[in-house]
């Protein structure tokens, strides 16, 4: 199925070559390694979900092309994502930051496995131990005693 | 002619599902056996005819008839047989075409198998599942019609996109269908039962089976894309998070949980109403797979509303079918009774929160699927959510899910014990240490999570083993006896067993291939050398080919392992004329279940060549574990208790209506 999204976006627009091509890798590894990561995280915007580090459009090229350069020029981490969010948007970060209009989105999932949680622990405390059961009332015995003279119908519980 | 013909088949297929929609509901009201038995010859006629339009269609594909408007479009002339088969669902129009093929196997499948089922519960089913097919049949020829004439045929075709042009495409969306479109028979068990108002243990027992062989399809499926997309988009990754893989994943994982929760359901009688809203959303999201990737709503929200014929009808019957789904089952739910008590912890217990970790896990992938649609849609902000916002809110569901797994099985119904279950699972956890201290030894304590990863899929895979021993009594009875004993155990315990196996197979794959793979981006002049991994890689020279309906360039590395020559890698870049794209096609080399991997950039003026060189641990497990897992469901579905549908307990004639 993930050819669909390919057909419309990726491969429409560019051969694809390389993402990461061994002319824009810097000389020191840590600050390389420092730009793959943050890479990773940019998302490429004329492409369908892939980052910067993974796609082989021009503009991809560029960001990371300015990512490195940032980096050289002494910036943090945080810095150049700064940097980029203000220049293109929200949209360039793959992992939405935890503001006003993503609130839902990342407060969605521990919000359903809590709220599992507790209405199960309430579900099964309501339900009976499964061993001992209280004993019988009289219009159980009642029910008991009727169920035994019929013997076929026994598909209640 | 054939053209025609194929369309023709398929108006008549609508016919039929018209009328299987409407007799065996009356005929399941007024008791009238001959209106119910209707729907058993409509559904097989219905699967002939869609066979038949389908067949249609990939004539006009191999005869390369370009007068058909979707022939033009996806095919070419020289393109390889299989191409040309394959293209018959490369597009659009052609996988919808397959959408109903494989509604109406499964419709007609029920209507031959299912012998054992109760009239009207049978003949509903069959019922709803025409009222899927129709809304299909349709969306098909009012708004996809692939049989579409064009005036003026042109000699030849605008070729498939090359991209589909691969063994892994012909495969890979019939299995998915098969595991989308398998879905719609537990949904149409479930609507079935909220109509009838009665459900029962019995129920849980034949629902299981269809469930299980979808599940074992959208495994392969998954399994299969991700590997196609490992290979064919050329940086080496697996998963990446796609909405268009969501689409997939959404259903893989309510399916899980239905599986899981259809065995309380069948052994115990409980978490009835439970199983039947799983079983409406397993379907739903098939469904809303299918709108996402149909209605082009993600390529962007704007693209969907220039052009929102097809958009909006399939949107109506997600609307006509999930929400008339969940309205049915708000309504009558309630009056199901419940039954089987069980204390927290048990095997009961267990699955009940590997219920609720998959449909958290679920919802996660749901939320960040559609929240940047909706909030586009909405308020018009632009967000993108994509795999690190995943890897934080998905991962952390899955780790205590795979922690628990192996504790269920050996947990007793009712009411478990615990620490016996821990004691039980000593060696496991000594596996477990053993796995994380080597891993830590081999690979230092650069990234610490990993050998816990790595702990975890051992935990997971010899907990499967124990299962499996404890059941058997190997170790506390004779060997003989427990041989005798464990071949005497239900197929199904083999299959929970082997499937809980794929997946720790498919995690330790997954830690090994993403923390440790090493990788090597150079450009390369003929007869230099690149070393990873203790693989050395020697750059033999360009070598331009011809094929079929492309022209390739490819490039020869010689590998060799500590001096030794042990193979060739081509990885190669190919033009395709009529559509003047390029391919990179990345050349694989696999050793054991690890694997390298080459890319080609682009070639300098100099004689240079760019490639990226990936060295990928293990990674192969990744998908091995998948079919693993997918075997455990085969094996499970062999089981002769699910072949031969319920038992038939003389004592409870209730349970077992007549026929």
């Known amino acids: 199925m993930r050819w669909l999204c390919l057909v419309a976006v990726l491969f429409t627009l560019v051969a694809p070559a390389l993402a990461v091509e061994p002319d824009e890798m810097l000389k020191d590894p840590k600050l390389e390694a420092r730009a793959r990561d943050i890479s990773r995280e940019l998302r490429c915007m004329v492409c369908q979900n892939q980052s910067i580090d993974d796609s082989a459009a021009p503009l991809a090229r560029d960001l990371r092309l300015l990512v490195r350069q940032r980096l050289e020029a002494g910036d943090t981490d945080r810095q150049v994502i700064d940097f980029l969010v203000a220049r293109y948007g929200e949209f360039v970060l793959l992992k939405p930051r935890f503001e006003p209009q993503t609130f839902l989105l990342w407060g969605l999932p521990p919000a359903v496995l809590v709220c599992g949680a507790i209405g199960l622990f309430f579900w099964l405390r309501k339900q009976p131990p499964a061993d001992a059961g209280s004993p019988l009332t009289e219009v159980e015995k009642a029910r008991i005693a009727t169920l035994v003279e019929s013997p076929t119908d026994r598909t209640a519980h | 002619m054939i053209p025609e013909l194929g369309h023709y088949a398929l108006v008549l297929a609508l016919g039929l599902a018209l009328i299987q929609s409407v007799a065996p509901v009356v005929g399941a009201r007024r008791n009238d056996a001959t209106?119910?038995?209707?729907?058993?010859?409509?559904?097989?006629?219905?699967?002939?005819?869609?066979?038949?339009?389908?067949?249609?269609?990939?004539?006009?594909?191999?005869?390369?008839?370009?007068?058909?408007?979707?022939?033009?479009?996806?095919s070419h002339s020289m393109m390889p047989l299989i191409y040309k088969f394959t293209s018959v669902w490369g597009n659009h129009e052609g996988s919808m075409l397959l959408w109903v093929l494989i509604l109406a196997v499964f419709g007609a499948a029920v209507a031959a198998f299912g012998v054992n089922l109760p009239a009207t519960l049978k003949a509903l089913v069959l019922a709803v599942q025409s009222w899927i097919a129709s809304a299909f049949y349709l969306f098909i020829l009012f708004t996809s019609n692939p049989f579409l004439r064009l005036a003026n045929p042109p000699f030849e075709g605008r070729d498939l996109n090359p991209i589909l042009q691969d063994p892994g495409l012909a495969i890979h969306p019939p299995l998915l269908y098969l595991g989308y479109v398998g879905f719609s028979i537990a949904f149409s068990f479930a609507i079935a039962a909220l109509i009838e108002g009665r459900i029962d243990a019995a129920w849980a027992r034949w629902?299981?089976?269809?469930?299980?062989?979808?599940?074992?399809?959208?495994?392969?499926?998954?399994?299969?894309?991700?590997?196609?997309?490992?290979?064919?988009?050329?940086?080496?990754?697996?998963?990446?998070?796609?909405?268009?893989?969501?689409?997939?994943?959404?259903?893989?994982?309510?399916?899980?949980?239905?599986?899981?929760?259809?065995?309380?359901?069948?052994?115990?009688?409980?978490?009835?109403?439970?199983?039947?809203?799983?079983?409406i959303l397993a379907f739903s999201l098939s469904l809303i797979g299918t709108f996402l990737v149909r209605s082009g709503v993600l390529t962007s929200v704007h693209a969907f509303a220039t052009d929102p014929t097809r958009g909006v009808f399939i949107l109506a019957i997600l609307l006509l079918f999930i929400g008339g789904g969940l309205t049915l089952f708000a309504w009558r739910a309630p009056m199901l009774k419940q039954g089987g008590l069980f204390a927290p912890i048990s095997r009961e217990g267990a699955l009940v929160l590997n219920n609720l970790f998959l449909t958290t896990a679920c919802a996660t992938v749901f939320v960040g699927t559609l929240y940047p649609l909706a909030l586009e849609a909405l308020t018009g902000a632009k967000i993108s959510?994509?795999?690190?916002?995943?890897?934080?809110?998905f991962v952390p569901l899955f780790v205590p899910l795979m922690f628990a797994m192996p504790f269920g099985p050996l947990l007793a119904w009712k009411r478990g014990d615990i620490l016996g279950v821990a004691q039980r699972l000593t060696l496991a956890f000594a596996a477990a240490v053993v796995a994380i201290c080597v891993t830590f030894a081999a690979m230092g304590v650069k990234s610490a999570l990993a050998p816990l990863g790595v702990g975890l899929a051992?935990?997971?895979?010899?907990?499967?083993?124990?299962?499996?021993?404890?059941?058997?009594?190997?170790?506390?009875?004779?060997?003989?006896?427990?041989?005798?004993?464990?071949?005497?155990?239900?197929?199904?315990?083999?299959?929970?067993?082997?499937?809980?196996?794929?997946?720790?197979?498919?995690?330790l794959g997954i830690v090994f291939a993403t923390t440790w793979g090493s990788e090597r981006i150079v450009s390369l002049k003929p007869a230099q050398t690149v070393s990873i991994s203790g693989y050395d890689l020697t750059f033999d020279g360009l070598v331009p080919r011809d094929g079929p309906n492309f022209r390739e360039l490819a490039a020869k590395f010689t590998v060799r392992e500590g001096g030794v020559p042990i193979g060739i890698m081509q990885p190669s870049k190919r033009?395709?004329?009529?559509?003047?794209?390029?391919?990179?096609?990345?050349?694989?080399?696999?050793?054991?279940?690890?694997?390298?991997?080459?890319?080609?950039?682009?070639?300098?003026?100099?004689?240079?060549?760019?490639?990226?060189?990936?060295?990928?641990?293990?990674?192969?497990?990744?998908?091995?574990?998948?079919?693993?897992?997918?075997?455990?469901?085969?094996?499970?579905?062999?089981?002769?208790?699910?072949?031969?549908?319920?038992?038939?307990?003389?004592?409870?004639?209730a349970m077992q209506p007549a026929e």
């Open chain 2, 35 to 74: 209106l119910m038995q209707l729907a058993n010859s409509t559904a097989v006629v219905q699967f002939i005819f869609v066979a038949i339009s389908f067949a249609a269609l990939t004539a006009c594909y191999v005869r390369s008839d370009f007068s058909v408007a979707t022939v033009y479009e996806n």
């Open chain 2, 207 to 279: 629902v299981r089976p269809w469930t299980l062989a979808a599940w074992m399809f959208l495994t392969a499926g998954i399994a299969m894309g991700s590997y196609w997309a490992y290979y064919t988009l050329g940086w080496g990754g697996f998963w990446f998070w796609d909405p268009v893989e969501n689409a997939s994943l959404m259903p893989w994982l309510a399916g899980t949980a239905l599986l899981h929760s259809a065995v309380v359901m069948e052994k115990r009688n409980a978490l009835k109403i439970w199983t039947i809203l799983l079983a």
């Open chain 2, 385 to 393: 959510v994509g795999g690190p916002f995943f890897n934080l809110t």
């Open chain 2, 458 to 507: 051992f935990f997971v895979m010899a907990g499967a083993v124990v299962d499996i021993c404890e059941r058997s009594g190997l170790f506390r009875v004779p060997f003989k006896a427990a041989l005798r004993r464990g071949f005497g155990l239900p197929r199904s315990a083999f299959g929970t067993a082997t499937a809980h196996f794929g997946l720790g197979v498919t995690l």
């Open chain 2, 575 to 653: 033009s395709f004329p009529t559509r003047s794209m390029t391919t990179t096609e990345a050349a694989l080399m696999t050793r054991g279940p690890s694997q390298l991997y080459l890319s080609l950039g682009d070639a300098e003026g100099d004689g240079s060549i760019a490639i990226r060189l990936y060295y990928k641990p293990l990674v192969m497990l990744t998908w091995l574990g998948a079919v693993i897992m997918a075997l455990g469901g085969a094996l499970s579905l062999s089981d002769r208790r699910l072949r031969v549908g319920a038992p038939k307990p003389a004592a409870k004639p």
